[in-house]
């Protein structure tokens, strides 16, 4: 119930209907929490609105309940069945449980880490709507406004008025704890999801390496023309040796203190909350859920 969790008041007023077992009309739940009906029909229409709450007519015959006047039913409210949205989250959890099993796969998982960002960075970018290709420009721009949307502050750094940037810094990691435990995984898989944006676009440029916290509070990508002669789609080549694209050093993960390999979870019990905002879509990419 994000509503719910961001009012007070109203997370009082749902779990007041959760806990009564049956249906509450306006005065029955106002009286069960002490403050005034308004303040109560105010935040259960809010609720009902947001499809937490329903909103029903029943008899007001029945034995200790006010009547409303001759053959008048009474408007009562029951939560919506099913699972309380506003319960607490184990996102974090998760993934570390999805990225401990990646990381038994042993060498293979950087290379399957890398695969899976390329896949989703076609998914969050809408493809150009024209024949023509973007110019270079355009698309680092798009890859910024993307990584922008995904949380990760990024400037550009280098090019000029007629040339594309050179560098991307990020000042924030969206998935810092889990960048930090996984290194390994965690950094190839955000520049294949680059790699996988910039492919989408069909753009002239790629991102051929990452440097994880190229200073102490931020990370670099580096971007550089595509000739477009490479056999993954936008020139970004496919595969290099061991199934990993053949980058230079910089593009090498830099794996978090957790561990030196970027590999071995940490306390599997550690858990932080997990964190939803929603990114705005604009030109070159869609709309963004973290």
Avoid at 26 to 32: G, I, K, L, M, P
Avoid at 66 to 82: C, F, I
Avoid at 128 to 141: D, F, G, M, V
Avoid at 170 to 197: D, I, N, S
């Amino acid at each position: 119930m994000a509503s719910g969790r961001e009012s007070p008041r109203r997370r009082e007023v749902f779990d007041v209907l959760r806990a009564a077992g049956g249906p509450l009309g306006v005065a029955e739940t106002a009286e069960r929490i002490g403050v005034h009906p308004n303040t109560v029909r105010f935040h259960l229409d809010a609720l009902v609105a947001e499809g937490l709450v329903e909103r029903r007519s029943e008899s007001s015959s029945g034995p200790g309940r006010p009547r409303q006047g001759p053959g008048r039913p009474r408007t009562v409210y029951v939560p919506t069945p099913g699972m309380d949205r506003g319960g607490a989250r184990g996102y974090r959890l998760l993934a570390r449980m999805l990225l401990s099993r990646l990381a038994a796969q042993g060498p293979e998982a950087r290379a399957s880490a890398m695969e899976t960002g390329r896949e989703w960075g076609g998914v969050l970018v809408d493809p150009p709507q024209s024949r023509r290709r973007p110019t270079a420009e355009e698309a680092a721009a798009s890859l910024v406004a993307l990584l922008d949307d995904l949380g990760f502050d990024p400037t550009p750094e280098g090019g000029g008025a007629d040339r594309p940037p050179e560098r991307i810094r990020l000042r924030h990691c969206p998935f810092l704890e889990l960048a930090e435990e996984y290194g390994g995984l965690v950094c190839p898989l955000h520049l294949g999801l680059m790699q996988g944006a910039l492919a989408r676009l069909r753009a002239p440029l790629t991102a051929t390496g990452l440097e994880p916290f190229a200073t102490p509070d931020s990370c670099l990508a580096r971007l550089a023309h595509a000739d477009g002669d490479g056999d993954g789609p936008g020139g970004v080549p496919a595969h290099g040796p061991g199934g990993v694209p053949a980058h230079g050093p910089d593009s090498l993960p830099v794996n978090g203190p957790a561990d030196p390999h970027g590999m071995r979870p940490a306390d599997p019990h550690a858990t932080g909350p997990a964190d939803h905002a929603n990114g705005s879509a604009g030109p070159g990419r869609k709309a963004v859920h973290r």
